[in-house]
């Protein structure tokens, strides 16, 4: 099983928390997300293939999943740890990420918790404790 965490933010608070604050007004999207995360927790990596799950660039993937006429790209990466998956930052896509630079937000928060992996905190959503 995959542990999920989530990259914590220096007097922030950490980012799957923050965007379940954000969606507070949105059930149906959070509800999608829990779905797509209780599912793929219990997969091994090499089960996150394409559409649940894609690689980018650098080490960064996507958890995809649409939600109305969204699409919805939590970027993130396995690790710090073996078995575990931290989510980085949460980006929605059309033709373009939004933020725009959501690829490069990711790839250097991946930098931050390869060096300092206590940045990485485990997620209390899904079934885990």
Known sequence: MILLKSFYESGGGDVVARWYSEMEDQP???AKLDMRMTY?????REKWVREPYDTLRDGIGEVRF????IW???LGFFGPGR???????FATKTDEFNPSNAIDIAVARRAVIMKSPQ???VVNRW???
């Not at 649409?66 to 006429?69: R, V």
């Not at 078995?83 to 930052?89: C, K, Q, S």
């Open 28 to 30: 149906k999207v959070r």
């Open 66 to 69: 649409k939600a109305g006429a």
């Open 119 to 121: 940045r990485a905190i």
């Open 83 to 89: 078995n575990e998956f931290t989510f980085l930052l």
């Open 72 to 74: 919805y790209r939590p």
């Open 40 to 44: 793929l927790r219990q997969q091994p």
């Open 127 to 129: 079934g885990q404790k």
